[in-house]
C-alpha cells in the first residue's frame, strides 16, 4: 500500500492524500489551498494522478481546506463516489456553491475594475459546478464499514465541526488512521474526539503543535472586548467560518446577553452560509452541545441579513452594534466591504476569533499590519485588534498528546505529521518524540510512504 501526499504537507490547507492498493485508488481529502499565492497557484495545477483510475474520495470535514477542491474534481471529470458523513454532506451542499459563487464575484470584480493580469479573469470553478458535483456525494453513519475495491473503511467521531470524522482504512493487513481535524476536550459547541484503535500508521493533524490554548475565560475576554466597544461608541466585527465559529459565537452573545454581562446592542448575522449552516446545526442536536433551547435562544437574539441589501444597510446605523460576517481568516466574503468601511475608525475593533493561516489578511492583521489590502486598495487599520484563542476548533498538542494516551495505539507506531505550518509541525514532532513512544516524521509534499 502507497500513500501519496499531495497537500496538508507543511501547511494547514490543500489536504489530499492518495491511498493505493493494489488496483484500488482513494483520495483522503480533496482540499482546496489558501493562504500564500505561491500555495493558491496549486490549485489551477493537474493533480498528479489519473481521474479515471480514481475510484473513490472520502472526506473528514465540510472544511474548505478539506473539501474545497472537489468541484475542480468534478470540473476535470471526476464522477465516482465522494463518501462522508450526512451532516458533512449537507455542510459541503451549503459551503462549496458559496465557494463557486465567491470566485465568480471575484473574478467579476477583477476584470470590472483591471486589477488581473489575466485579460479576463476565470473562477477556478463556479457554483453550478460546486452545485452539480453534490450528485456524487454518498452519506454514511459513524462507525458504517464500507467498501472500496480492496479497502475497507469507516469513520468516527472527531470533535472539531459537525460530522467531522477520522478515517480509519484497512487494507493488505494494515490499518491507517486518517485523523482529519481533531476538536479539543472542552470546546464550547462539539463532543470530545473518540479515541483511536489500534493502527499500524497514523497521519495526525498539528495545527496547534507549537503552541497552547490559553488557559482563559472566554466567557469573560469576551464580555470585556464587547463592553469596551461599546463604550467607545463602536461597532465589533467578527470575521467568522461559517461552519462552527458563526454558530458558537451566537451562542456565545446571546447567552451574556441573557446573563446581563454585555450590553443589548443589536448583533447581525451577516453571512447567508452561516445562516444555512445554523439551520443544520439544529438538524443534528445529538452531535453537539447546544439545547434546542439555545439554538431558539440564538435565532431571537440574533439578526439574519440575507439579502446584499440589507447587508449594505447596515452601515447606515450609527450607534454601537454586532456584525459577524464571513470569512473567518478575511480571505473574502461580506466582512471585506464592512473593513473597508470600519477598520480606519479607533472606535471600532476587530475580532479574531480563530487560527489565521499564513498570508491570509488575518494572519497580516495578527502580526501588526497597518494596513491591509482589500479590492485593490489598501486600507488603514485603526480599528482596536482583538484575539480571542478560545474559540479554535482544533485542539492543541497537549489535547491531542490526551486522545492519543487515551486512543489503544502501540508503542512505536509510526505518525505522518500532516495539516500544520513548518514551525507546528515540528515542535510537534518533538514534543510527541519527548513524550511518547511513537516514532514521528513530518510529511513532505509529493512525497510516496510505502507500508
Not at 468516527?156 to 488512521?177: D, F, T
Not at 447581525?268 to 452531535?287: C, N, T, W
Not at 497597518?370 to 486598495?377: E, L, M
Request: hydrophobic fraction near 40%; aromatic fraction near 6%; proline fraction near 5%.
Amino acid at each position: 500500500m502507497n500513500i501519496v501526499f499531495l497537500g496538508g504537507t507543511e501547511t494547514v490547507t490543500g489536504s489530499k492524500f492518495l491511498v493505493e492498493s493494489g488496483d484500488t485508488k482513494v483520495l483522503i481529502d480533496c482540499g482546496l489551498f489558501q493562504g500564500y499565492k505561491w500555495l493558491r497557484k496549486r490549485n489551477w495545477q493537474t493533480l498528479p494522478l489519473d481521474i479515471d483510475t480514481l475510484d473513490a474520495v472520502v472526506l473528514t470535514h465540510a472544511h474548505l481546506d478539506h473539501s474545497g477542491y472537489v468541484p475542480r474534481l468534478y470540473q476535470q471529470g471526476y464522477r465516482g463516489p465522494v463518501y462522508t458523513h450526512r451532516a458533512t454532506r449537507d455542510l459541503c451542499s451549503i459551503l462549496l456553491p458559496d465557494s463557486g459563487h465567491i470566485q465568480e464575484e471575484d473574478a467579476r470584480f477583477l476584470a470590472r475594475h483591471k486589477l488581473s493580469k489575466h485579460e479576463k479573469p476565470e473562477p477556478l470553478y463556479d457554483r453550478q459546478t460546486a452545485e452539480r458535483c453534490m450528485e456524487l456525494f454518498e452519506p454514511v453513519r459513524f462507525g458504517e464499514v464500507f467498501n472500496v475495491g480492496d479497502i475497507r473503511l469507516r469513520l468516527q467521531p472527531a470533535g472539531h465541526i459537525l460530522g467531522a470524522a477520522s478515517i480509519i482504512l484497512e487494507a493488505e493487513g494494515k490499518r491507517v488512521g486518517f485523523s482529519g481535524d481533531v476538536g479539543r476536550h472542552n470546546d464550547v459547541l462539539m463532543y470530545p474526539p473518540q479515541p483511536l484503535p489500534e493502527l499500524d500508521l497514523l497521519l495526525l493533524e498539528c495545527t496547534y503543535g507549537d503552541r497552547r490554548h490559553a488557559d482563559t475565560d472566554i466567557w469573560e475576554q469576551l464580555a470585556q472586548i464587547v463592553t469596551q466597544t461599546v463604550s467607545r461608541g463602536g461597532v465589533l466585527m467578527v470575521p467568522s467560518f461559517a461552519v462552527g465559529r458563526a454558530q458558537a459565537m451566537q451562542h456565545l452573545l446571546a447567552k451574556l446577553m441573557d446573563d446581563g454581562r454585555i450590553p443589548k446592542v443589536p448583533i447581525f448575522l451577516d453571512s447567508p452560509m452561516a445562516i444555512d449552516v445554523s439551520g443544520i446545526y439544529h438538524q443534528y442536536a445529538d452531535q453537539h452541545r447546544l439545547t434546542d433551547k439555545d439554538c431558539e435562544r440564538m435565532m431571537q437574539v440574533v439578526k439574519y441579513t440575507h439579502s446584499v441589501d440589507e447587508s449594505k444597510a447596515l452601515a447606515d446605523i450609527s450607534y454601537p452594534h454586532i456584525i459577524i460576517a464571513g470569512s473567518g481568516m478575511i480571505t473574502g466574503g461580506r466582512i471585506l466591504h464592512h473593513m473597508k468601511r470600519l477598520m480606519p475608525h479607533h472606535r471600532n475593533t476587530l475580532l479574531l476569533t480563530g487560527y489565521q493561516a499564513g498570508g491570509t489578511r488575518g494572519a497580516h492583521l495578527r502580526a501588526g499590519a497597518d494596513s491591509v489590502k482589500i479590492h485593490g486598495a489598501y486600507i488603514p487599520c485603526k480599528a482596536q485588534l482583538a484575539v480571542l484563542d478560545g474559540l479554535s476548533g482544533h485542539g492543541d498538542y497537549e489535547d491531542i498528546s490526551q486522545w492519543l494516551k487515551a486512543s489503544a495505539l502501540k508503542p512505536g507506531m509510526p505518525i505522518q505529521l500532516v495539516h500544520g505550518e513548518p514551525d507546528a509541525a515540528d515542535a510537534m514532532r518533538m514534543h510527541l518524540q519527548e513524550h511518547s513512544g511513537f516514532q514521528v516524521d513530518v510529511a513532505e509534499y509529493r512525497s510516496i510512504l510505502k507500508i
